[in-house]
């Protein structure tokens, strides 16, 4: 079946330490996204992806990096200098242009 | 950058009842997408609009864009407890360099439909 897996579902973590979210999607999808949700809020993006190799920050890059050297996958790791990890974080994926957008299940990430 | 804005942020709706939902963009909307998600989860997709004046409706949601592609409405028809949920739209950025690669949302709106 194609779609777009995120692992884990729920991740713990010490403060301080790094972590990384996977993101792999098979649908042969160019752009991919990861965005943070916090409770009663909307998402915001953190960064983006519309080839191998290349990348944008979005509006909240501060204390996050990403790497895209496979077309399927765009990992995203979360550093010690991100001052408020704990969210829940959703990868995205989809076609160049105006086309619609396909969404993992998400990594809840909590941070002690 | 384009930034949308929803209204309400939350409604309860009693079941059989109509709703709406606003999203206003504060530039020309390229393509406007409506999603739904359940706490916890990923969003599902709705539907997009592309066209000034376009209309689309699945099951009992339609969703509408304004001729000047600066406002969408998602309305729902006599709700029923699997119209609960967060709804949220979602648009790419209007740059043209940018090959519309930007996608942004709106903040949600919290639906919850009563007995």
């Known amino acids: 079946d194609g779609g777009i897996t995120q692992s884990p579902k729920y991740l713990f973590r010490k403060e301080g330490q790094n972590v990384t979210l996977s993101c792999e999607q098979n649908?042969?999808?160019?752009?991919m996204y990861w965005y943070r949700q916090d409770p009663g809020q909307g998402l915001r993006l953190i960064y983006y992806?519309?080839?191998?190799?290349?990348?944008q920050k979005g509006d909240i890059a501060e204390g996050y990096s990403v790497s895209r050297e496979k077309k399927e996958s765009f990992p995203l790791t979360v550093t010690s200098a991100q001052k408020n990890p704990t969210a829940f974080y959703l990868c995205?994926?989809?076609?160049?242009?105006?086309?619609?957008?396909?969404f993992g299940q998400g990594t809840r990430l909590t941070v002690v | 950058s384009q930034e949308l804005e929803q209204s309400p942020q939350s409604l309860i709706v009693q079941e059989g009842k109509n709703l709406t939902i606003n999203c206003t963009s504060s530039k020309t909307l390229y393509g406007l997408y409506w999603y739904k998600q359940k706490y916890g989860e990923g969003l599902i997709f709705l539907m997009m609009?592309?066209?000034?004046?376009e209309e689309k409706s699945h099951e009992k949601i339609t969703a509408k864009l304004d001729e000047k592609k600066q406002q969408s409405s998602l309305h729902i028809t006599a709700s029923q407890p699997s119209h609960a949920g967060i709804y949220l739209c979602?648009?790419?950025?209007?740059?043209?360099?940018?090959?519309?690669?930007?996608?942004?949302f709106g903040a949600g709106t919290q639906v919850v439909v009563t007995p």
């Open positions: 649908l042969n999808h160019d752009a």
């Open positions: 992806s519309q080839i191998v190799n290349d990348f």
């Open positions: 979602g648009a790419p950025s209007p740059d043209l360099a940018d090959s519309w690669g930007k996608l942004q």
């Open positions: 995205a994926s989809k076609w160049t242009g105006v086309t619609e957008a396909f």
């Open positions: 609009l592309q066209k000034g004046g």
